[in-house]
């Protein structure tokens, strides 16, 4: 049986991922990134989660792919290697469910690609970021795509082809995480957090991040009319009704279990 390099669990409508190859800053291997890939497919496809954290333990969040991977491999070997290490970028892209990443320690390469890639960020104030790989002669083009999406290219072109890491106030400012708490309350903030998003209704949730998703892709006459579509699909749903009706009668909603 593989080591579990990936731990997972769920409470109250709340999925936890965490990675755990402490002693090696839980570093990207085939294996890890693969039980990391399966996680997260598993909490998309559970109808007991809603909001899934991305946590992990030891020190360190995680600091990219362990540097032992980069061997005598042909270019094709290479690239379905990466394929694989790389594949949590494409599901995190399609999950319909929010996700959380709670970073803290050395948050860097694909550690910062996956912490960044997440639909949203709690960072402690230990965290250190950086798309370091280009100092050792690599380049940190994954985690670029997520990033990408969030900060400008001057500034993406100077945190890749520099290398150089950055505190977790500087990520704050850059809009790469949504809050920076001390360490000691990294957990409690963060399960504040996904706590309050599973009582949202989790229809609009879902809709709500796809809509958000396509907002970054299509022109804007074509934008707007996705926007419309979407939140016609709500409103003319139970829960909207429920959700109208309960704050007229001043109760909390019931909404449906997914």
Known sequence: ????????????????????????MNTFTPEFAKQLDDALWAMEN???????IINANGKNFCTGIS???????????????????DAFYHTLGKMTKTTIAAAHGYTLANGAGLAF????????????????????????????????????R???????????????AEAERLGLVNQVVPDDELEAATLKLAEKLVKKSPIA????????????????????DIMDDLFASICAGNEAEEG???????????WLKK
């Open 154 to 168: 001057k500034k993406l072109l100077e945190m890749v082809l520099t290398g150089d890491m950055f505190d977790a």
């Open 1 to 24: 049986m593989a080591e579990q390099v990936v731990l997972t669990r769920k409470e109250n409508l709340i999925g936890f991922i965490t990675l755990n190859r402490p002693d090696e």
């Open 67 to 85: 540097l032992d991977q980069f061997n005598d491999k042909s270019h094709s070997d290479y690239r379905k290697f990466l394929y694989g290490i």
């Open 205 to 224: 949730l879902r809709v709500g991040k796809e809509g958000l998703n396509r907002l970054m892709e299509d022109s804007y006459d074509r934008k707007l």
């Open 46 to 52: 559970d109808d007991e989660v809603r909001v899934v």
């Open 117 to 152: 890639g997440a639909d949203l960020t709690v960072a402690a104030e230990s965290a250190t970021f950086g798309t370091t790989a280009i100092n050792v002669g690599l380049i940190c083009l994954g985690p670029a795509a997520p990033m990408s999406k969030v900060i400008g």
């Open 244 to 254: 109208v009706a309960a704050f007229l009668e001043k109760r909390k909603p019931a």
